[in-house]
């Protein structure tokens, strides 16, 4: 159970770590904007989430339990909640990408968001809070497009780390028939479909954002909601090409085998078109009859030795000389936990290893969102 809160009143600064009381003060009075963060939600969550924000218990339920919700828009009259996807970047052990859940209520003037563990994402706009205020001073409709806007963001680097596992597959796909190649593209897919199950739902959601069916979102801030539904869409579109390499993968895989199997029937051909000869050599002097003229040769049995191996040799040399003797590559496997490099993620701190923490550090993209935009449309204020 973590809660963290912040207020940007009319003076200008901001507040943290406020009070039940003092929230249910800000809220009355509809002014400024209360953030509200609840991370690792227990049962006491919900009723906190009940008593000071009086919000529905379906919602309340969704952010409570453990298990994955499809991502959903919920409109309430007051407020609306929002439920989106994202990646679950704290794993180290998982050899699939995990999906991480994201629920945030938007009302007048306030935003709650909660999630079951900590995500990059949310800690970056946490600290961007806590070092200037800024995501504050746009609203609590552009507050929940910062929040969504780096939770896509921090889907492509698994979009990356999914292409090189691809490429890495279709690779050793040519070089061996192991079944750890098999099992690595099978792994491959399942985390392609649960990008794509992120992917596709929220493009609906971000869209009905964007074109002006909730009053709560003011015209002003649709546009950005409309930029990260362009950031899901060439995700998706990224996505659906590592599932052709995936594709890919396989009938590559499925061809290795089988040239696998002919080079089987190539041993087996060459063993018995050694042997053959031998044995109908060694089948003519085997017959049981009482005159053979050669028997009676002192140095017969030498001959016939050395013409075996004679034809020993000469059906090694003819093969040899038709490649079929070739030297196996080493299987070499690929099969590894999912794994990205997190300084490519918003809100990651060098040196640390889970969300969290204090620091002052932004991403060079989202400085941009903050900062490069004020000039349009900040003289608007808060709402």
């Not at 709650?112 to 809070?129: D, K, R, T, W």
């Amino acid at each position: 159970m973590s809660i963290r809160s912040y207020y940007l009143g009319e003076t200008g600064t901001v507040e943290t770590s406020l009070s039940t009381e003092r929230m249910a003060e800000v809220l009355a009075s509809g002014k400024g904007l209360l953030w509200v963060d609840v991370a690792e939600t227990t049962d006491a969550d919900g009723v906190f989430l009940a008593n000071v924000f009086n919000f529905h218990r379906l919602a309340i339920e969704d952010c409570v339990e453990p298990a994955i919700h499809a991502p959903k828009i919920d409109d309430y009259g007051s407020y609306f909640f929002l439920l989106v996807h994202g990646i679950n970047h704290t794993t180290t052990t998982s050899n699939v990408v995990e999906t991480a859940e994201l629920e945030i209520f938007l009302g007048p003037n306030y935003v709650v968001s909660n999630h079951n563990f900590p995500l990059y994402s949310v800690e970056e706009i946490v600290n961007q809070v806590e070092t200037s205020g800024k995501p504050l001073q746009r609203g609590a409709d552009f507050l929940v497009y910062l929040l969504v806007d780096a939770l896509v963001d921090n889907i492509l680097p698994a979009i990356d780390y999914l292409s090189d596992i691809a490429d890495d597959i279709e690779e050793q796909a040519l070089a061996t028939s192991d079944p750890a190649t098999l099992e690595s593209i099978h792994r491959l897919r399942r985390s392609i479909r649960s990008v794509h199950r992120t992917t596709i739902p929220q493009r609906e959601l971000l869209n009905r954002l964007s074109r002006g069916d909730y009053p709560l979102v003011r015209p002003q801030t649709r546009v950005y909601f409309r930029d990260v539904y362009d950031h899901l869409v060439r995700i998706d579109d990224l996505n659906m090409n590592i599932r052709e390499s995936a594709d890919n993968a396989i009938t590559t895989y499925l061809s290795a085998v089988a040239n696998r199997q002919n080079e089987t029937m190539k041993v087996l051909a060459v063993v018995g078109a050694i042997f053959l000869p031998l044995m109908l050599v060694a089948g003519v002097y085997g017959m049981n009859f009482h005159y053979m003229p050669e028997l009676g040769w002192r140095h017969w049995y030498f001959v016939v030795i050395g013409f075996m191996l004679s034809v020993i040799l000469g059906s090694l040399v003819v093969f040899w000389k038709r490649g079929w003797f070739r030297p196996r590559p080493l299987p070499a496997y690929i099969l590894r936990p999912f794994s990205i490099d997190r300084n490519r993620l918003r809100g990651h701190v060098p040196g640390t290893e889970r969300p969290g923490g204090t620091h002052g550090g932004r991403s060079a993209r989202a400085k941009a969102t903050l900062d490069g935009v004020e000039g349009v449309d900040g003289a608007e204020g808060r709402q």
